[in-house]
């Protein structure tokens, strides 16, 4: 998982990196919301937020790069 103070791309990059695609996208968002969800209802929130954080970042990279 990427730390906090990473740059917004890096985060981007990591996060794809594990996909392995950019192809679904939308797959890889909704899943990253799930495990956003989840981690809040574990109480982990600050592992939440940092999800958050790369859904942000890979929706910010969409409108940049299409």
């Known amino acids: 998982m990427a730390e906090f103070n990473d740059k917004p791309k890096d985060i981007v990059a990591e996060t794809l990196a ?3 695609s950019v ?3 939308d797959i890889i968002i909704r899943d990253l ?3 956003m969800k989840q981690a809040a209802e574990e ?3 600050e592992k ?3 999800i958050r954080d ?3 970042a890979i ?6 790069e299409f």
Not at 59 to 64: A, C, N, Y
């Open 18 to 20: 594990q996909y392995k």
């Open 23 to 25: 192809e679904n996208i």
């Open 33 to 35: 919301e799930k495990e």
């Open 43 to 45: 109480l982990e929130f």
């Open 48 to 50: 939440a937020a940092e």
């Open 54 to 56: 790369q859904i942000q």
């Open 59 to 64: 929706k910010e990279m969409i409108v940049f």
